[in-house]
């Protein structure tokens, strides 16, 4: 069975500094990962998606991902945070059919 | 209008009440799924229609009734639900049901059951 799990509910980082928001998977088969972000009384959205092409997967909004098998993550990261960035990220893999599983969510806070 | 729309964005009704909610997608897609997202729970998959067909039914209740006329048009019939039912729906759309095609969401309707 496949499972998501994504550490930290909460992550706030200051203004201009790197953002990393972390996502481990469980698949017994190869994996389809994808990072959404949602921000308030809206919808979800893409930010990117690993296929099993190249393992560092770039997004929207400077956003990318590395896919590092051994370690079953696929962290998300950007350089350095706007203050619109503040919003919930969500991770999901790709079951054996085509069911997206989710993680919980990390909220993430921008200080100015 | 592009995207994948919901309507209405917010819902209040009553236990007994009967209400539906709708959504459409302009993108041409072939599968609508209805996803529940609950505070401090993950998204949970409810339904997913691909070419019209129902193909998953993911243990939910019979007072929750999927429709889907056409592959542009997904509805939610709701009946005699609970509190705990209160949540934000979320509509979503794909190309097609392969493993690595992402999925478009709907800015999704907040119910309040009351």
């Known amino acids: 069975a496949q499972s998501v799990t994504q550490l930290g509910s909460h992550v706030s980082v200051s203004e201009g500094a790197l953002v990393l928001l972390r996502c481990n998977y469980s698949?017994?088969?190869?994996?389809?990962l994808f990072w959404y972000v949602q921000y308030p009384n809206q919808g979800l959205q893409l930010l990117l998606k690993?296929?099993?092409?190249?393992?560092l997967v770039k997004g929207i909004n400077g956003f990318e991902a590395e896919f590092k098998k051994s370690e079953t993550s696929f962290h998300l990261t950007k350089p350095s945070a706007h203050m619109s960035d503040a919003a919930e990220y969500f991770c999901a893999v790709s079951d054996s059919s085509y069911k997206l599983i989710f993680g919980s969510g990390t909220r993430l806070l921008v200080r100015p | 209008e592009t995207g994948v729309t919901q309507t209405p964005r917010h819902l209040v009704m009553g236990m007994t009440n009967k209400k539906s909610l709708k959504c459409e997608q302009h993108l041409g897609h072939n599968a609508m799924y209805w996803y529940k997202q609950s505070a401090k729970k993950p998204l949970e998959l409810m339904f997913v229609y691909n070419f019209k067909e129902q193909t998953e039914n993911n243990s939910v209740p019979s007072r929750f009734s999927p429709e889907c006329p056409n592959s542009s048009h997904l509805f939610l019939h709701l009946h005699t639900l609970q509190p705990e039912d209160s949540a934000l729906y979320l509509c979503?759309?794909?190309?097609?049901?392969?493993?690595?095609?992402?999925?478009?969401f709907g800015q999704g309707t907040r119910l309040t059951v009351v």
């Open positions: 979503a759309s794909s190309q097609d049901t392969r493993r690595n095609t992402e999925a478009f």
């Open positions: 690993y296929t099993s092409a190249a393992t």
């Open positions: 698949s017994s088969v190869p994996p389809y």
